[in-house]
């Protein structure tokens, strides 16, 4: 079956890790046609705005986009096309799985739970203003839609894939009303699947027990700031941003991309580790009913990692981006690791 899926380069080291990611899809013979986009700042200058309907519209006809990382300035000019994107078209649930890699030094080699980030509102709303010269609010929203729907997702997605327990974290000892509410929502929803285990942990203690005792979580439901921050701790205790994926999953479509961003520290030299993508790239393989090319990938990259000789610098390594995507094209051609 042909497929039609929307491809967003993006910015930095973004073109890199996108063209080796769709070098080893195109090794496994899956039929695509690529619709190329651009976003941001890219956009901005082709089109006179970031966020372009040809875009937004190609991604709500074909349903599911890979993409690279785009750039936000800080503190000034545009708003983050990533936090809009998610807005146009209601990519509501931010998938992040965080699980290990073979040979890749890190804190936890056994771990394996799974983030899912709220995409749609908290202070990612955008809502600030200045109140009087050197006042500055900052709105945080927090509706009970978004959090029953978060929650039930969460819960939907351990039906699914065998897990057992969810967590919702929070800060709602402070933020009483709008934490309070999450939590809220979060223990109706979780009446309806009396089969897993559902408990809570507030934020700041929930971190210290990531580091300490992460083998305690399993799927892990949070607000979006508190998502976006814990799934970069989560990434570290694998092995750093370049292992971990993610999908921005809503009603009009599904977007693929990884955890980190542009790294325009080492964008242009080829030495992008394009792992992240490349596991969003099995996810989206998998979410397209493509399940053998997605395994097939997946046993490919794992058969690298277990090789432990192409391996990119940001874990060790020499290998350049485009030397690791060859080796994993070269074990699916070698038809590696066929066992899953
Ligand atoms: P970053 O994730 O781009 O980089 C953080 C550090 O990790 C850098 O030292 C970078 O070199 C390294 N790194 C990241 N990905 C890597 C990879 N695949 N291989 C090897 N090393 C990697 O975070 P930063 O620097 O805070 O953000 C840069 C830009 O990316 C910003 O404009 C930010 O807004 C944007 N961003 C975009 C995201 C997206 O499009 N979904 C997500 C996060 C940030």
Redesign the pocket.
């Known amino acids: 079956m042909k497929h039609n899926i929307t491809l967003i380069p993006?910015?930095?080291?973004?073109p890199e890790?996108v063209a080796a990611t769709v070098r080893v899809i195109e090794a496994t013979g899956v039929d695509i046609e690529w619709e190329t986009h651009i976003l941001g700042a890219q956009a901005q200058e082709k089109y006179g705005t970031t966020l372009p309907e040809s875009t937004t519209d190609s991604i709500k006809r074909n349903k599911v986009a890979l993409?690279?990382?785009?750039?936000?300035?800080?503190g000034k000019g545009f708003t983050?096309v990533?936090v809009g994107l998610r807005k146009a078209l209601d990519l509501y649930a931010n998938v992040r799985p965080v699980k290990a890699l073979p040979n890749v030094p890190c804190r936890y080699p056994e771990l394996d739970l799974v983030i899912v980030r709220e995409n749609t509102e908290d202070l990612y709303a955008g809502l600030e203003h200045v109140v009087i010269p050197g006042v500055v609010e900052s709105i945080k929203i927090i509706t009970e839609k978004a959090s029953t729907r978060i929650a039930k997702y969460a819960f939907e997605y351990s039906r699914l894939n065998n897990r057992k327990k969810v967590t919702a974290v929070h800060k709602a000892n402070i933020m009483k009303l709008s934490d309070g509410l999450f939590l809220e929502c979060f223990y109706n929803v979780s009446k309806d699947y009396p089969e897993i285990e559902a408990d809570d942990k507030i934020i700041d203690n929930c971190c210290m027990q990531l580091v300490m005792r992460p083998e305690q979580f399993d799927v892990l439901v949070l607000e979006n700031l508190y998502g976006d921050i814990v799934s970069d701790l989560c990434a570290g205790l694998i092995g750093?941003?370049?292992l971990a994926p993610?999908a921005n999953i809503g009603e009009l479509g599904a977007v693929f991309?990884?955890?980190?961003?542009?790294?325009?520290?080492?964008a242009g030299q080829g030495?992008?580790?394009?792992?992240?993508?490349m596991l969003s790239a099995i996810q989206m393989l998998h979410h397209i009913g493509e399940k053998d090319a997605g395994n097939r990938f997946n046993d490919a990259l794992l058969a690298v990692f277990a090789d432990g000789k192409t391996i990119?610098?940001?874990l060790g390594g020499t290998a350049k981006t485009n030397e690791f995507a060859r080796a994993i094209v070269e074990k699916i051609e070698q038809g590696a690791g066929r066992a899953a």
């Open positions: 993006g910015d930095g080291i973004g890790i993409k690279g990382p785009q750039m936000t300035p800080v983050s990533n750093g941003l370049g993610g991309e990884a955890v980190h961003g542009s790294a325009p520290d080492i030495i992008a580790n394009p792992t992240a993508l990119t610098k940001d």
